[in-house]
């Protein structure tokens, strides 16, 4: 007897390709490969039905690989049980074999682990009853339903418990024999009904049919050099291209880049303060609380300085891998916010490490020192764009610095690591320079000022500041030598009445020297531990006497005082990587954690509270209830917080690795822990969140960055560190293997960066496909899907995002890796923290 039809893909086991022969009864089937032992019907029949024989050269010859058309003697369909959807397969089957009509029913509800199949229907309720009928009439048909009941039964569909979304009714089973029992005990990957009957019927929309939803074929990814596969949920909302009819906007910066940075903070003549964050150029308004930004840059800023006049700003970005984010020179106006000059472009190897305008001739002439492997000093003559010159350092460390003299234009400073060096540029082009500190030495100058006479003030590394002096015959001495800081000195500032101020990082003090008094001490103050050393000085109103100044900490906050008051914080920022953010479930509050030991509460601008643990924490989550915030370790504790004042309830250790991942399931009482080693670990919680009791691990293998709880409790959805999509059944405790079994589950949040429903981020023809998504989060309407990468790109979608053409907006304030993305609860902002530069910022969604 003929082959009557082969198992080519199912949904319900993972095995190799089945032959299947006519005349099997519910025990099993002969094949030339073995099922694997999941598949739950491996056993062999003992019904007396004759068997077929097949010669393997012949099927091999039918069923070599899955190009078959329709012919007049086979075809390919896709079949459903139609008691529960989620088990379905497609086979090839032998329209030409002798055996009845019934009988190959019979053996296809089989195949769907149903038992007295009697029926074939077509998505449209009509009943196929013989093969004549496959082969003619409904020919163009690919699906059909095999169902037991003698009634016709239409497929039903109801409304899922997510928004707007439609889901399949399954429908309940006739109960199941002992035999049937005992076989799917022993399959780990066996279907589900992952919903309960649903009484709400809805119909179809109209232009998305059952069958078009039966037509659509897995997705296959590339991501890292493996292929990853996808596989399309039953019913789902129509895929859109179109970019969202919503934007992003920056509302709000939090902290201030001190931790790496020299020289940068200023106050403008509005009262403004300017600094850089990421690659935003902030304008702080104290007295309204509010802020403006220059966002011009594409890549992080690394320096900056103010034209004489004030009414303009020069910054320099670092070079980017593409050609649309080299290293150049921005000239910016901070009344209206628009770039005035673009200097540079493609001039600058890797970035800019110095820049500085000139004093005199109305600051015409701007320097800038590349970070290249030749630390090129060049000036020009930014009106015009025009290059004057430029000259080698060949410095092997990184220029730290460099200005011109208030008096010279035509006399430059650079200073850095071993390294001080005056700069003459002739009328020619060419330069010659005067080493004053040159290598072999060890010192550090880290901070240049200059006297009202012209002397050079330096300070070092060590501690001491040094005045330079230059004789009749334009030779440099050194007048004047004295420590003044136990170690480092990071700041210099000259203010007008001739005091000058230096801060120190290590000994966190601020001591004011009289310049005109041979610099004695006039007085000094010590910042807290808490706030760290000092990285840059400021008046609060320049050219007043009154002592208020502006203090930029190397922890990344920002204070204001005087020598004679106590400072206070005006701008608290995390000073090490940023990785743990979670919002709020019903408020706009969201909550922050790095590697500072910090964790942090915000709503909208303003810092609620902070405080500080033993742990350096890489996750964070709110309990379902905003009663409890959880934070996960390097060192593999959950840290358990009190989210209306910041004190910390208790401590539980998990494991020895990190804690990269957790959240709550939707009910509260269970929250899931995956971890660096691979492993989920389960709790269960008590009803204010504040209790944990450790209930149950599932091991894995892979270490796991993201995770999902499905919308009934029952499963977890995690992301490996090499983009795997894993599936957990949490009440079974195993890794669920069988990714078509679990393709029509809801998921109450999704963080996933991968999955067929977002399939579209990746390989995207906007943008390049080396593009690694490092987040991502979908709203809570169930319409938007904003990403971040490591690259530092931010991108709005339309959810759900499944075609490679899918259009979207996008923003790049950063130039790391985007380490977590965020929709508040009301999906009217967005908050986004970067990992390496810690920095924290808040979005508005808009019309766009």
């Known amino acids: 007897m003929a082959v009557a039809f082969t198992v080519l893909h199912s949904s319900i086991a993972e095995h190799a390709e089945q032959n299947a022969n006519y005349g099997k009864k519910s025990g099993g089937w002969n094949s030339t490969t073995t099922p694997t032992p999941g598949s739950g019907w491996s056993r062999q029949s003992s019904m007396s039905r004759k068997q077929s024989v097949v010669d ?20 390919v369909i896709r079949i459903i049980n139609n008691f529960d959807h989620t088990v379905q397969c497609r086979v090839l089957l032998n329209l030409r074999t002798t055996q009845p009509f019934e009988e190959v029913i019979e053996d296809l509800g089989h195949v769907l682990k149903m038992n007295n199949a009697k029926r074939m229907l077509t998505v449209s309720n009509q009943e196929v009853r013989s093969f004549s009928q496959l082969r003619n009439e409904f020919s163009d048909v690919d699906t059909f339903y095999i169902t037991s009941e003698s009634r016709v039964l239409s497929p039903p569909f109801r409304r899922s418990r997510s928004r707007g979304a439609l889901a399949v009714e399954p429908i309940m089973n006739t109960v199941p024999t002992k035999a049937e029992k005992q076989r799917r005990a022993r399959s780990k990957s066996r279907p589900r009904a992952l919903y309960a009957a649903d009484t709400d019927i809805v119909k179809v929309p109209p232009d998305y049919t059952v069958l078009d939803v039966m037509k659509e074929e897995p997705i296959r990814v590339q991501i890292r050099g493996a292929r990853k596969i996808f596989f399309p949920p039953l019913v789902h909302s129509p895929a859109d291209d179109s970019p969202p ?37 902030v304008l702080y308004d104290r007295d309204e609380e509010s802020q403006r930004h220059y966002i011009g840059h594409t890549e992080d800023i690394q320096c900056m300085d103010i034209h004489p006049s004030k009414e303009m700003v020069a910054s320099a970005q670092k070079a980017g891998r593409t050609r649309k984010t080299q290293a150049h020179i921005r000239i910016w106006s901070p009344e209206t916010l ?28 701007l320097l800038a020192v590349d970070c290249g492997r030749e630390k090129m000093l060049s000036v020009w003559q930014w009106q015009w764009g025009h290059l004057l010159g430029k000259v080698a350092t060949m410095q092997t460390e990184d220029i730290l610095g460099a200005s011109f003299h208030p008096l010279d234009d035509n006399l430059m400073i650079t200073y850095g690591k071993g390294h001080l060096t005056f700069w003459t540029r002739r009328k020619d082009g060419f330069f010659e320079k005067i080493d004053i500190i040159k290598a072999p030495s060890r010192t550090v100058v880290t901070s240049l000022q200059f006297e009202q006479e012209g002397d050079v003030i330096t300070a070092d590394g060590d501690g001491f500041i040094t005045i330079y002096s230059v004789d009749s015959d334009g030779a440099y001495y050194v007048r004047m030598e004295f420590e003044a800081h136990n170690k480092g000195i990071n700041a210099l500032i000259m203010l007008p009445e001739g005091t000058l101020l230096s801060g120190g990082e290590k000994d966190r003090k601020i001591i004011a020297w009289d310049s005109l008094q041979n610099y004695n001490k006039i007085t000094e103050t010590k910042l807290t531990e808490v706030y760290g050393g000092v990285r840059s000085l400021y008046p609060q109103r320049p050219g007043r006497n009154d002592g208020n100044i502006y ?30 953010l979670a919002v709020h479930p019903d408020d706009e509050l969201f909550a922050t954690a790095g590697y500072d030991k910090n964790i942090s509460l915000w709503k909208r601008h303003a810092l609620l509270w902070s405080t500080q643990i033993t742990y350096e924490c890489v996750s964070l989550t709110f309990h379902p209830f905003g009663t409890a915030l959880v934070a996960g370790s390097v060192e593999g504790y959950l840290v358990i917080i009190n989210a209306e004042n910041g004190s910390v309830v208790s401590s539980v250790r998990v494991c020895g690795s990190a804690l990269t991942c957790m959240g709550f399931n939707p009910a509260g009482d269970t929250i899931a822990v995956g971890s660096q080693n691979g492993s989920v670990y389960l709790y269960r919680v008590s009803r204010d969140g504040f209790t944990f009791k450790k209930s149950n691990k599932i091991r894995g293998v892979q270490p796991l960055v993201h995770l999902d709880w499905s919308t009934d409790g029952n499963y977890l959805q995690t992301v490996t560190a090499e983009y795997d999509l894993v599936f957990w059944d949490v009440k079974g405790l195993i890794q669920e293997k069988s990714a078509p079994a679990m393709k029509d589950v809801k998921w109450y949040t999704y963080n996933a960066t991968i999955g067929y429903l977002v399939s579209g981020i990746w390989h995207n023809r906007y943008y390049p496909i080396s593009s690694m998504i490092s987040t991502a989060n979908r709203s809570a309407a169930h319409d938007l899907f904003v990403t971040g990468d490591t690259d530092g790109h931010l991108r709005l979608f339309r959810y759900p995002c499944i075609l490679t053409k899918s259009e979207y907006n996008e923003e790049k304030v950063y130039s790391g890796q985007v380490s977590s993305a965020r929709f508040l609860y009301n999906d009217r902002n967005v908050v986004t923290v970067g990992g390496t530069d810690a920095a924290l910022m808040l979005w508005d969604v808009i019309e766009d």
Do not use: C
């Open 56 to 75: 393997a050269n012949e099927l091999t010859s039918v069923t070599s690989g899955l190009n078959i058309t329709k012919s007049s003697t086979t075809r």
């Open 245 to 281: 009819d919503k934007r992003l906007t920056l509302n709000w910066v939090y902290g201030y880049r001190g931790v790496d940075t020299k020289r940068n903070l200023w106050v403008l003549p509005t009262g403004e303060l300017l600094y850089y964050v990421a690659a935003v150029a």
């Open 338 to 365: 628009y770039t005035l000059y673009i200097v540079g472009n493609g001039e600058f190897e890797e970035g800019v490490s110095a820049l500085a305008f000139s004093q005199l001739t109305g600051g015409n002439y």
């Open 551 to 580: 203090v930029g900490t190397i922890k990344n906050h920002i204070l204001e005082g005087s020598m004679q008051r106590r400072f206070n914080r005006i701008v608290f920022g995390h000073s090490k990587q940023l990785w743990g």
